[in-house]
T-cell receptor
Framework: GNSVTQMEGPVTLSEEAFLTINCTYT??????LFWYVQYPGEGLQLLLK?????DKGSNKGFEATYRKETTSFHLEKGSVQVSDSAVYFC????????????FGTGTRLKVLA | EPEVTQTPSHQVTQMGQEVILRCVPI?????FYWYRQILGQKVEFLVS????????KSEIFDDQFSVERPDGSNFTLKIRSTKLEDSAMYFC???????????FGPGTRLTVT
């Protein structure tokens, strides 16, 4: 079945460091891909998305490119801030059924001042 | 900007009691979903709902769970007899079309004691 695999956390970085959170997926067909962010005590917020191969989603300095050949959607940011500390979830939209979302396990990011 | 709302934000209940979690999807959306997130774990799909019937449900969504759209605005998740393992954050989501982006509510934290 369809699945999403994310790198294990937690990830601890200093402010202004470069961030990469790896995400790979297994899917039949051509899913849409998403990154969601969850700040402490809050719900899920869409960070960015990509709907087809080679699309690049971007928002708030974060980027991710839909790579069909490597089935990946890695999240990157050039310079993280303390306020980026949160849990990041990679997800795909399962187009084989009702387009339900399948989430990865989440990666906790902690940014130190 | 329209948003999905959920009530209550936190519900505490005793094992064996019935609970109803409420959601108000975005008004022109037709597809509705419930997901749950056990503390520290990934977000899992429970059920999708369209045209007043369940489109798809996961293995988690057993006979203890039911969903309903009692009027034109609310979408509810009922757990008939809660168990300790039902303690989780429950997220409602809605989308305009099957393939459309899902918008998530802030979640209801259910604590079963």
């Amino acid at each position: 079945g369809n699945s999403v695999t994310q790198m294990e956390g937690p990830v601890t970085l200093s402010e202004e460091a470069f961030l990469t959170i790896n995400c790979t997926y297994t899917a039949t067909g051509y899913p849409s891909l998403f990154w969601y962010v969850q700040y402490p005590g809050e719900g899920l917020q869409l960070l960015l998305k990509a709907t087809k191969a080679d699309d690049k989603g971007s928002n708030k300095g974060f980027e991710a490119t839909y790579r069909k050949e490597t089935t990946s959607f890695h999240l990157e940011k050039g310079s993280v801030q303390v306020s980026d500390s949160a849990v990041y979830f990679c997800a795909l939209s399962d187009r084989s059924g009702t387009y339900k979302y399948i989430f990865g396990t989440g990666t906790r990011l902690k940014v130190l001042a | 900007e329209p948003e999905v709302t959920q009530t209550p934000s936190h519900q505490v209940t005793q094992m064996g009691q019935e609970v109803i979690l409420r959601c108000v999807p975005i008004s022109n959306h037709l597809y509705f979903y419930w997901y749950r997130q056990i503390l520290g774990q990934k977000v899992e799909f429970l059920v999708s709902f369209y045209n007043n019937e369940i489109s798809e449900k996961s293995e988690i969504f057993d006979d203890q769970f039911s969903v309903e759209r009692p009027d034109g605005s609310n979408f509810t998740l009922k757990i008939r007899s809660t168990k300790l393992e039902d303690s989780a954050m429950y997220f409602c989501a809605s989308s305009e079309a099957t393939w459309g982006e899902q918008y998530f509510g802030p979640g209801t934290r259910l604590t079963v004691t």
